[in-house]
């Protein structure tokens, strides 16, 4: 079993494809032992490039065993430009023609309360049937902003503290304010994290996480079973 919180980093030269075949070895060891592979997809701009890599790589993939949720999502509608739904479902669902019953979609139409209500719902329906307390990914993804946040949990945020919920919504102190976010026990309960950072501006951040100065919210994704890996990017 690998040790709780243990982490590592690794430098990518070509960071989408780099990225997206390190995702797919864990899919493929998941599905090889546990006959499924379950994700948390990240959203912002970052990820896209990596989903169509994953999609270009993959095509023999058993993409069926495959199930996707999502780490926070705007409260849009799913055609929205801001969307990570349409983000994910352009550059990944689309391309590696995954069904639709395969991804576990946050109806960010909705109420923000109702929709967190149902995504919780959704997945604790899920878990309950395998026994497990909380919903286990096997991989989530995760980007970092430059205030030290991943998924939709801010610094200074009431969402920082919650230790029941899975998921909840919250506010972002960028349009579009409403969110709904995973929770970091929901989070800490994965096999494993990778975080997807592809910007030398942030360093300084992952620096103060690795060094154990964890102010940022980002520094608190310590899963309780599993592992931390950085993938960051270098030119």
């Not at 799913?78 to 352009?90: G, H, I, L």
Request: hydrophobic share 45%; proline share 8%.
């Amino acid at each position: 079993m690998i040790a709780p919180s243990a982490s590592d980093t690794r430098i990518l030269s070509d960071f989408a494809s780099d990225a997206a075949r390190l995702i797919l070895e864990q899919a493929r060891a998941a599905i090889a032992e546990r006959g499924t592979f379950r994700i948390a997809l990240a959203g912002g701009e970052t990820p896209a490039g990596i989903y169509a890599k994953m999609a270009e790589f993959a095509a023999d993939l058993p993409w069926q065993r495959v199930q996707f949720t999502f780490g926070d999502e705007r409260c849009v509608a799913p055609s929205d430009a801001q969307s990570n739904f349409r983000m994910a479902k352009q550059s990944l669902f689309h391309r590696a023609g995954i069904a639709e019953g395969n991804v576990f979609r946050v109806r960010g139409e909705l109420p923000p309360e109702e929709a967190a209500l149902e995504y919780e719902g959704k997945l604790a329906a899920f878990a309950s049937r395998l026994n497990e307390a909380r919903y286990v990914h096997d991989l989530v993804l995760l980007g970092l902003g430059p205030d030290g946040h991943t998924a939709s949990l801010f610094p200074g945020s009431p969402a920082l503290d919650e230790v029941e919920r899975n998921v909840i919504p919250t506010i972002g102190p960028k349009p579009p304010p409403q969110r709904i976010t995973m929770t970091f026990p929901l989070i800490n309960a994965a096999r494993r994290v990778f975080f997807l950072v592809n910007d030398p501006a942030k360093q300084p951040v992952i620096d103060d996480i690795l060094a154990g100065r964890n102010g940022h919210p980002a520094g608190k994704i310590r899963p309780d079973h599993g592992q931390v890996t950085w993938l960051i990017g270098r030119k």
